[in-house]
């Protein structure tokens, strides 16, 4: 139902790409989160999605001892092996609620940031009158966090925190996947609960993230078109929402009370992947336009750039569109296209270009470029190994 194996695919045929190509051409060919645009390079990227994330021994740049991503025991994203009916169903009373208002600019106050991990969303916090209401179940008690809810019975009595949300951002394909299977995009809302409204969380507080599975479909989801439309290619450039356009969370969310949420504990599943994190994952995939889906590609592409032109920031998408045909692709590679992942695991030696090339972006950064759209980008972590841990299943 949800197989987005060509976006994959694409992925795959990208390295095969660069493999034929770096050898003889000028352009340097780099991954989403590596591109030399970027200001202010992340120092990690998705050509592993996210195998390659070791920490402080491969990289250079500086690292929190949080650093999670390969020793973890409790990372994200997970697969859920049943689909909707994955995990141990759950007392309605414990439910999380979410009641998000209308997102509105002003032309100021929401900002679109492509910062080479993903596009996101974010808002004035502290003058804002967006007041959200998401409320999570916890015991009450000095040591309680947000993941007190996984281990709470119907007989607990029963006491609700509230969340903040403080950002939003996509991944292409979807991070979770249901029987295996990928959906075309992720929505990730992230949320903070205070110390004060959890006493066991740390002075920082306790993340909760939501998260929505969209399926490709003609249609375009309305509610996704004004970020999709704003939002710049260039890693590292932040857009502004422009004046009275709104963005409503809520009617994306699949609430109709024909739906389930799935929650466990897990992982941010960006570096440095840190734990403790309660998700919530809607397990009906919602709609989203293959134009959409290709949009977003794009702002998360692999870029073709080359050194020495004295515009900086130059971006043409004339280059993408002769990359889309896998046809196209076979004949210019000169040789068969794999078709599964495993068979690209294999292929290390294009993977180490694609891993050179990201070297190169953090030596040249100062120099300026020209870029064009190379090919389709993903911005997406691989599942991790549940290793027991409880899932609990909601009905909306
Ligand atoms: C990359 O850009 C260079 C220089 O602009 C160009 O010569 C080359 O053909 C491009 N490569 C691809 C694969 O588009
Ligand atoms: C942005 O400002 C406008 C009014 O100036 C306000 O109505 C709106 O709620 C603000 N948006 C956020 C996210 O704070
Ligand atoms: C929290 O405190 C209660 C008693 O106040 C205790 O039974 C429980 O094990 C503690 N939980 C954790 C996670 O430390
Ligand atoms: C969460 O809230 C606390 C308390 O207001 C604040 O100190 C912390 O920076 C917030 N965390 C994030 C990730 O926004
Ligand atoms: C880089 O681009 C900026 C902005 O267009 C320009 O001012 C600067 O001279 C350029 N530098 C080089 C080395 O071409």
Redesign the pocket.
């Known amino acids: 139902m949800l197989m987005i194996n060509t976006l994959h695919f694409l992925g795959i045929s990208l390295l095969i790409?660069l493999l034929s190509?770096l050898s003889h051409?000028?352009?340097c060919?780099y991954l989403y989160g590596s591109s030399p645009q970027n200001p202010a390079p992340t120092g990690w990227d998705y050509g592993k999605w996210g195998d390659d994330w070791t920490g402080p021994s491969l990289s250079s740049f500086n690292v929190s001892p949080q650093w999670k991503c390969l020793r973890g025991r409790q990372q994200s994203p997970i697969d859920f092996e049943q689909g909707p009916s994955t995990g141990q169903k759950a007392p309605a009373r414990l439910r999380t609620t979410w009641r998000y208002p209308p997102l509105i600019s002003n032309g100021q106050n929401v900002s679109i940031i492509n910062n080479g991990h993903a596009i996101q969303v974010q808002w004035d916090l502290i003058d804002s009158s967006f007041r959200p209401e998401i409320l999570v179940p916890f015991k009450g008690l000095p040591n309680s966090t947000v993941l007190d809810v996984l281990s709470m019975t119907a007989a607990d009595v029963v006491h609700l925190a509230k969340a903040v949300p403080y950002q939003f951002h996509f991944h292409t394909s979807s991070e979770h996947t249901l029987e295996g299977m990928f959906g075309a995009l992720e929505l990730h809302i992230v949320h903070n609960i205070t110390q004060a409204e959890m006493p066991g969380c740390p002075p920082t507080g306790c993340l909760m993230v939501t998260a929505v599975i969209f399926k490709q479909r003609e249609q375009q989801n309305p509610h996704l078109e004004h970020i999709l439309r704003s939002a710049s290619a260039i890693e590292g450039a932040t857009t502004l929402l422009p004046k009275s356009e709104a963005i409503d969370l809520q009617s994306i969310l699949p609430l109709n009370g024909k739906s389930s949420y799935l929650q466990y504990s897990g992982s941010l599943t960006t570096p440095p992947c840190s734990e403790g994190l309660l998700w919530h994952v809607f397990s009906t995939p919602v709609p989203i336009g293959k134009a959409q889906v290709q949009r977003y590609m794009e702002l998360v592409s692999f870029k073709?750039c080359?050194a020495g032109s004295s515009q900086r920031w130059l971006l043409s998408s004339k280059?993408l569109y002769?990359f889309r045909d896998p046809q196209l692709l076979k004949t210019q590679a000169g040789r068969t296209l794999f078709s599964g992942l495993a068979a690209v695991e294999g292929d290390t030696s294009s993977l180490s270009i694609a891993k050179q090339s990201t070297a190169t972006a953090r030596h040249e950064s100062h120099k300026n470029y020209?870029c064009?759209l190379?090919a389709y980008g993903y911005n997406q972590r691989f599942t991790q190994p549940l290793l027991g841990r409880l899932i609990r299943n909601y009905q909306t």
Do not use: D, M, R
């Open positions: 790409w190509y051409t000028e352009g060919v073709n080359s280059a002769s020209t064009t190379g």
